[in-house]
């Protein structure tokens, strides 16, 4: 089975700009939270959606947005992206609802902002 | 609040001998627990994960975690480190519904030869 799957890997973007990241899940995953990585907070938790559905939300700004389509694929938004938006940002999947189902992460997109 | 606290930064150990990595967590309910290992440039790896029953879980890679509900801790440990577990340790609490994780600050680990 092929695992969680993030494009693309690295990003560089200015001040202003907007930028969009992909996420396959695993096969038959019907769950993905997205996070961001960054060395002075550590990893957060952005969101999470299931079936389409946004069920949890971090504390980060509005700027920042995502969706799920019906193949279960997600997609992160920040808009205005501004230099403290630097970070690795990683996807995970899991299986279905609850906090005790385990997320497998995929590798992260490195997003720089100039 | 839900919080995860590790309390080491960097720990340093020799190639050979055990290492213990701390993990203390606040969570009002029956906590889930996870232990996560990253390398550098990479996405996070489950090591080993504690739901219920059995208070001394094993996981990959040689290893293994105690959970103490009294102490609210949960270590992950293993008796004996490799060169190739230098690397980045991250304990995390599954936060109920809506699959939130929360993590702590993360413990690097170095192996001296």
């Known amino acids: 089975k092929a695992g969680v799957t993030q494009t693309p890997r690295y990003l560089i973007k200015t001040r202003g700009q907007q930028v969009t990241l992909s996420c396959s899940p695993i096969?038959?995953?019907?769950?993905v939270s997205w996070y961001q990585q960054t060395p002075g907070q550590g990893l957060q938790f952005l969101f999470e959606?299931?079936?389409?559905?946004?069920?949890n939300k971090g504390n980060f700004p509005g700027r920042f947005s995502g969706r799920q389509f019906s193949n279960s694929r997600s997609e992160m938004n920040v808009s205005t992206l501004e230099l403290g938006d630097s970070a690795l940002y990683l996807c995970?999947?899991?299986?279905?609802?609850?906090?005790?189902?385990?997320?497998?992460f995929g590798a992260g997109t490195r997003l720089s902002v100039l | 609040a839900q919080s995860v606290t590790q309390p080491d930064i960097h720990i340093t150990v020799s190639e050979g001998a055990s290492l213990e990595l701390r993990c203390n967590y606040s969570?009002?309910?029956?906590?889930?627990l996870f232990w996560y290992v990253q390398s550098p440039g990479q996405g996070l790896q489950l090591l080993l994960k504690?739901?219920?029953?059995?208070?001394l879980v094993q996981g990959i890679k040689g290893f293994e975690a105690e959970f103490k509900r009294s102490q609210s801790s949960f270590n992950l440990r293993k008796p004996s480190v490799h060169w190739s577990d230098a690397a980045e340790y991250f304990c995390?609490?599954?936060?109920?519904?809506?699959?939130?994780?929360?993590f702590g600050q993360g413990t690097e680990l170095s192996v001296k030869p």
């Open positions: 995970a999947s899991s299986s279905g609802q609850g906090g005790g189902n385990i997320q497998y």
């Open positions: 096969s038959g995953h019907r769950s």
């Open positions: 959606y299931f079936s389409e559905t946004q069920r």
């Open positions: 969570y009002g309910a029956t906590p889930y």
């Open positions: 504690y739901f219920s029953g059995d208070t």
């Open positions: 995390a609490v599954g936060a109920g519904q809506g699959g939130k994780l929360i």
